[in-house]
């Protein structure tokens, strides 16, 4: 009896192993009272990949809103591209490439606004064992080439003190970013 068991919790140990290792796809839909969603996500633990395509409907109107989100692992990072369609079927993307350093991190990308603008977006980031570390976001125009924000910062530690210097420029009129975004997880 206690053989069978044991060849029994093998078994299921390597089937979920094996199913595991396999593509999963989830799709999740949410009634409320004024709007249907639909989210479908795949994602392949093996391949370092992932998918999420949601539209959300209006009950009363009919308009919908929809994005996607497709990310992939590659050896020395990851891609990602994003897109996002509203009611009026105006489109804003995201498309970049991260690449691990040997101290931090850079990203590389594009981002298209809905009114077709596209724009230049590149950061890095880095650190020492001594917990000095330094990042870098600059925003540009593509048409022109120009800045349209960018970010310094540099901290050190020295003698039980840190010091923390952040430079921001921002052309004028342009917009402060906002915080409402959701930020990556540190």
């Known amino acids: 009896m206690k053989t069978s068991l044991i060849f029994t919790a093998i078994a299921a140990i390597t089937m979920a192993s094996t199913a595991s290792a396999q593509e999963q796809t989830e799709t999740r839909f949410v009634e409320r009272p004024n709007t249907t969603t639909s ?14 395509d949601r539209s959300i409907t209006n009950k009363n109107t009919g308009n919908t ?43 590389d990308g594009t981002a298209t606004g809905r009114g077709g603008n596209s724009y230049g977006v590149s950061s890095a980031r880095s650190r020492d064992g001594q917990g000095n570390s330094s990042a870098s976001q600059r925003v540009t125009n593509n048409q022109n080439g120009n800045t349209i924000y960018s970010r310094d910062r540099t901290t050190t530690r020295s ?22 975004r959701g930020r990556r997880p540190r």
């Open 39 to 52: 989210t479908t996500t795949t994602v392949d633990r093996e391949a370092g990949s992932i998918a999420r």
């Open 65 to 107: 809103a929809s994005s996607t989100l497709d990310r992939q692992r590659t050896d020395t990072g990851s891609v990602v591209s994003r897109s996002q369609t509203g009611p009026a079927g105006n489109t804003r993307s995201f498309d970049g490439e991260r690449v691990r350093t040997e101290n931090g991190a850079t990203f």
């Open 159 to 180: 003698d039980g003190r840190v010091n923390r210097n952040v430079e921001t420029s921002r052309r004028q009129g342009a917009k402060r970013p906002s915080r409402a």
